[in-house]
């Protein structure tokens, strides 16, 4: 049974359409919850649902980014996991951090990947006029939102679409799209999903 470690910054509603997947026949089972915001309302949720947390206050640590991710390691190895999903999660991490997981660190992002890395992405695709948006699933390397994609998930823009109206039918498909990913990268096959 693979040992899965989850870190989000907010709400973490990937983190429980993961978890809700984590279920039966799944070859893998949320072991940690972890957060760089104590008032990640994310984390309650996960705790509701008997999951163990934690929350390393990235603010507490200042510009010192490698001491903030030392304290978030120690916390993730305490868990032993197998793979670690970043879902929400909105600090860049070091290439020190990303190499201790390299190849077992997922991230969902919402953009059809390579399109959009970083920030503001549904701004950006309307602002483009592009006629589809949607969201990809990576595994996490050095470079920000570049690592090989793992699935993908496409839908229409439509007539007058708002920012705030794509990101919710975004999100909407990131939460069918993670699950399928993670079952799929826990049996050790890469292939990527595609969903549209
Ligand atoms: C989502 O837009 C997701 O694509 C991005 O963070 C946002 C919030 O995610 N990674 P969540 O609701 O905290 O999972």
């Known amino acids: 049974m693979k040992r899965v470690a989850i870190l989000i910054s907010g709400g973490g509603s990937n983190m429980l359409a993961l978890v809700r997947d984590m279920a039966g026949d799944h070859p893998a089972r949320p072991v940690l919850v972890a957060s760089n915001d104590p008032a990640a309302t994310g984390l309650e949720k996960a705790a509701a649902l008997g999951i163990p947390v934690a929350a390393i206050d990235h603010r507490a640590f200042g510009r010192d980014r490698e001491a903030f991710e030392a304290a978030l390691a120690e916390k993730i190895d305490a868990a032993s996991p197998d793979i670690l999903c970043l879902a929400g999660f909105m600090r860049i991490l070091t290439p020190g951090f990303i190499r201790r997981y390299e190849g077992r660190m997922l991230n969902i992002h919402p953009s059809l990947l390579p ?11 309307l602002a483009a006029g592009d006629t589809e948006a949607g969201c990809a699933v ?10 090989p994609i793992l699935g993908q998930a496409r839908l229409p823009v439509l007539p007058g ?5 794509l990101a919710a039918r975004v999100l ?7 699950p399928k990913v993670l079952r799929r990268f826990a049996t050790g096959d890469r292939t990527p999903v595609l969903l549209d």
């Open 115 to 125: 399109k959009y890395p970083g920030l503001h992405t549904h701004a950006r695709a």
């Open 138 to 147: 990576h595994e996490v390397t050095a470079e920000l939102d570049a690592g």
């Open 161 to 165: 679409d708002t920012e705030a109206a």
């Open 172 to 178: 909407t498909l990131e939460h069918r799209l993670y």
